[in-house]
């Protein structure tokens, strides 16, 4: 049953999930990002934003395009703990989980490069800054479907786990589709400047924000307390 | 299924709160923007296709009831009647998405899209996601035809056996759990919907 050190592993990965969305959440707030720079901001109130945070747009690009490795940590915990269901549907999904959890994670590499880039330099000409800066948030914001997919498809295995101990409670497999329904307004984020569908909108920002860390810590947690309890 | 108990599953219980504290918000938000600019809004309003969406409005509403008929068949081990059903809810989901879809196409042809002005923006948003959430139903109505199919054989080779009981109500219950956590998403889709239809087609 018990795996020793590999179970206490598999634990840690766990909860490097939790320990991302948190870090997410300060150097956002940090980088001067919470709340979210709007898209009708001007070019001249841009240069200034970048101007005031330049020290903590650096610090936080640097750190989250890292940092985000630790959400694959996290995908790998849950697509072992699926599998360890040894339910030849849950180990298809836990495939499928663990590609889009890949794509999840590593696609915040992106917007964070832009973001630096836009802070490097500071004799930067206004227009350029304002297209930096729309490239790093229509990228944050915009390729969600994989996140989408990847509670979907958790959602989907812990209601498939027919075990009389599965590994995660039933709830978790709704929550994982609720967040996955909060996260879809982001993909249309380029056909508004303005409004809750906006980049900075409550439908686009704050709801996803919100259920994405919910996500990570709550599936975080009861993945570690799965670890070990129904293995085997 | 008598008493207090909810019907279906307690988790889809939980989900349907979550997604009317959404939706609740949608509605907030809509009205909030509404006020402001209240012609703009009914102006637009009547670019939509009313007729239209209130044939799709009896379309769900009855595909809901034949949901209930269907789960009061299953209960009382009507299969054959309690598919029946199931399949005439299925076809009026279908025929739901092909109106809506056909209202798109021609909003669309005459000119109207996601950025026309705010009313459409929250028209094409909101009906969206209701529309995702059509799909999903119809994909667990048909993953419900599906279970109570392989329950039916299970059931025919079990009556050879003649000793599969306990067995048998066990699966019939499990089905019957199955049916009634679907049709409480179905109608919470039901219900979304008639909101979604008074805000946006009716109100003045």
């Known amino acids: 049953?018990?795996?020793?050190?590999?179970?206490?592993?598999?634990?840690?990965?766990?909860?490097?999930?939790?320990?991302?969305?948190?870090?997410?959440?300060?150097?956002?707030?940090?980088?001067?990002?919470?709340?979210?720079?709007?898209?009708?901001?001007?070019?001249?109130?841009?240069?200034?934003?970048?101007?005031?945070?330049?020290?903590?747009?650096?610090?936080?690009?640097?750190?989250?395009?890292?940092?985000?490795?630790?959400?694959?940590?996290?995908?790998?915990?849950?697509?072992?703990?699926?599998?360890?269901?040894?339910?030849?549907?849950?180990?298809q999904l836990a495939a499928a989980q663990r590609?889009?959890?890949?794509?999840?994670?590593?696609?915040?590499?992106?917007?964070?490069?832009?973001?630096?880039?836009?802070?490097?330099?500071?004799?930067?000409?206004?227009?350029?800054?304002?297209?930096?800066?729309?490239?790093?948030?229509?990228?944050?914001?915009?390729?969600?479907?994989?996140?989408?997919?990847?509670?979907?498809?958790i959602g989907v295995a812990v209601l498939l786990d027919d075990r009389p101990r599965p590994a995660y409670p039933r709830w978790a497999g709704y929550l994982n589709f609720w967040c996955a329904l909060l996260f879809l307004p982001g993909a249309l984020a380029t056909f508004f400047k303005t409004g809750p569908f906006a980049w900075n909108g409550l439908f686009d920002f704050w709801l996803p924000v919100v259920a994405f860390v919910l996500w990570i810590c709550v599936v975080g947690a009861l993945t570690a307390r799965a670890v070990g309890r129904a293995g085997g | 299924m008598v008493g207090p108990q909810l019907p279906g599953e307690a988790g889809v219980w939980a989900f349907v709160l979550g997604d009317l504290v959404v939706f609740s918000l949608f509605f907030l938000t809509l009205l909030d923007y509404r006020s402001g600019q209240v012609e703009v809004f009914l102006q637009s309003q009547q670019s939509l296709h009313l007729?239209?969406?209130?044939?799709?409005?009896?379309?769900?509403?009855?595909?809901?009831?034949?949901?209930?008929?269907?789960?009061?068949?299953?209960?009382?081990?009507?299969?054959?009647?309690?598919r029946r059903w199931l399949r005439g809810a299925l076809l009026l989901g279908v025929a739901f998405v092909g109106i809506k879809i056909s209202e798109y196409v021609l909003l669309v042809r005459s000119g109207y899209?996601?950025?026309?002005?705010?009313?459409?923006?929250?028209?094409?948003?909101?009906?969206?996601?209701?529309?995702?959430?059509?799909?999903?139903?119809?994909?667990?109505?048909?993953?419900?035809?599906?279970?109570?199919?392989?329950?039916?054989?299970?059931?025919?080779?079990?009556?050879?056996?003649?000793?599969?009981?306990?067995?048998?109500?066990?699966?019939?219950?499990?089905?019957?759990?199955?049916?009634?956590?679907?049709?409480?998403?179905?109608?919470?889709?039901?219900?979304l919907w008639v909101f979604l239809f008074a805000l946006l087609y009716l109100l003045s």
């Open chain 1, 99 to 153: 590609l889009l959890g890949v794509v999840t994670y590593v696609v915040l590499i992106f917007p964070c490069i832009i973001w630096t880039v836009a802070a490097f330099r500071p004799e930067r000409d206004p227009q350029l800054l304002l297209l930096l800066n729309d490239l790093g948030w229509l990228g944050i914001v915009m390729p969600i479907l994989s996140a989408v997919l990847q509670a979907l498809v």
């Open chain 2, 113 to 191: 899209g996601l950025t026309t002005n705010d009313f459409f923006m929250f028209y094409f948003m909101f009906t969206g996601i209701h529309l995702v959430h059509v799909l999903v139903g119809l994909i667990v109505l048909s993953l419900l035809d599906r279970r109570i199919s392989a329950q039916v054989r299970t059931a025919t080779s079990a009556a050879a056996a003649a000793s599969a009981t306990r067995g048998g109500s066990q699966s019939t219950a499990a089905v019957v759990t199955l049916a009634e956590t679907a049709g409480t998403y179905w109608h919470l889709v039901d219900l």
């Open chain 2, 51 to 82: 007729g239209a969406a209130t044939f799709n409005t009896l379309l769900l509403l009855i595909s809901s009831a034949l949901l209930v008929l269907a789960i009061g068949d299953l209960a009382r081990a009507r299969t054959p009647s309690a």
């Open chain 1, 1 to 91: 049953m018990s795996n020793g050190v590999g179970d206490t592993l598999l634990r840690i990965f766990a909860l490097a999930g939790p320990l991302f969305a948190v870090l997410l959440v300060v150097l956002f707030w940090g980088m001067g990002f919470l709340p979210p720079l709007a898209p009708t901001l001007s070019a001249e109130a841009l240069v200034d934003h970048y101007a005031q945070h330049r020290t903590g747009i650096r610090l936080g690009a640097t750190a989250i395009m890292q940092l985000c490795m630790l959400g694959l940590l996290w995908t790998v915990a849950i697509g072992e703990v699926l599998e360890r269901a040894g339910r030849p549907a849950l180990r």
